[in-house]
């Protein structure tokens, strides 16, 4: 995480070229090819020398076509929040997670431009520490709704009106910020409340899932249940909320 930081800092700003995957709208960097090549490299790298083969090894990356779930799997988003890198807007990260056999395990997100580092191991705890901040550990805590800062990722106005327009009278702000892999370390830092996403893809997801988990929050799909990963085919979307266990129905009735 620590070396793709380098590389997106390094270009922030200053590389401009992109181009479009499946529309104008989604779009991939140069500084994404390079930061994910960057991660994949030191984690193949790594597992090689600790012994293992890499026929145990596999991944799932956001630029790369043909994705490989094995007994110990790497999730890398080489840049979350590439429209706001490619636009100058200084909220993006890369986000690493680490499954083995299909249950998420750890998860490290890197805020490059304040040095800001999430990490979190299953049963061990979340933290953060920064240029801004020291180490500490993260605990997500339930508020009253009227304190809440909640977050939206819509694919138009017309679904982001018909999900938010009762929770927008009972909360004090909404926010489209464009990484969904921050928000989730924000809400784990009891910054954020809830989250409220049309259509993420497991790489966004999986090492802010562990981070947040292990500060004491979750993510659910829109049917209330745990949200549970596709492994079998890594291209599915997903639409789901995130918050404190005890503010899963408020923020279900709020949104429905």
């Known amino acids: 995480a620590l070396k793709s930081g380098k590389i997106i800092k390094k270009n922030f700003r200053v590389v401009g070229g992109f181009k479009s995957k499946t529309s104008f709208k989604d779009i991939v ?9 960057a991660a994949h490299l030191i984690l193949k790298q790594g597992m090689r020398k600790l012994g293992f083969k890499d026929s145990e090894v596999g991944f799932v990356e956001e630029e790369s076509l043909i994705n490989k779930v094995r007994t110990h799997s790497f999730i890398i988003d080489p840049v979350d929040g590439t429209s706001n890198f490619a636009s100058g807007i200084p909220y993006f990260c890369i986000s690493i997670a680490y499954a083995r056999n299909g249950v998420l395990q750890a998860g490290v997100i890197l805020e490059p431009l304040t040095n800001t580092l999430y990490w979190a191991q299953k049963d061990k705890g979340a933290y953060m520490q920064s240029d801004l901040f020291k180490k500490k550990r993260l605990k997500l805590t339930p508020k009253p709704i009227n304190s809440w800062m909640v977050v939206g990722s819509f694919p138009d106005v017309k679904s982001f009106n018909q999900r938010l327009e009762k929770l927008s009278l009972q909360v004090r702000g909404i926010r489209i910020l464009g990484a969904i892999a921050l928000d989730l370390c924000l809400m784990a830092d009891n910054v954020l409340d809830g989250i ?26 829109f ?17 789901f909320i995130a918050c404190h266990p005890e503010n899963k129905k408020k923020l279900l009735n709020l949104i429905s």
């Open 29 to 37: 960097t140069t500084t994404d090819t390079a930061s994910q090549k």
């Open 223 to 239: 049917k209330g249940k745990k949200l549970e990963f596709d492994w079998k085919n890594t291209k599915t979307r997903y639409k």
């Open 196 to 221: 409220v996403s049309h259509g993420c893809y497991v790489w966004d997801l999986t090492a802010g899932r562990v981070i947040l988990n292990e500060a004491e929050g979750e993510i659910f799909d």
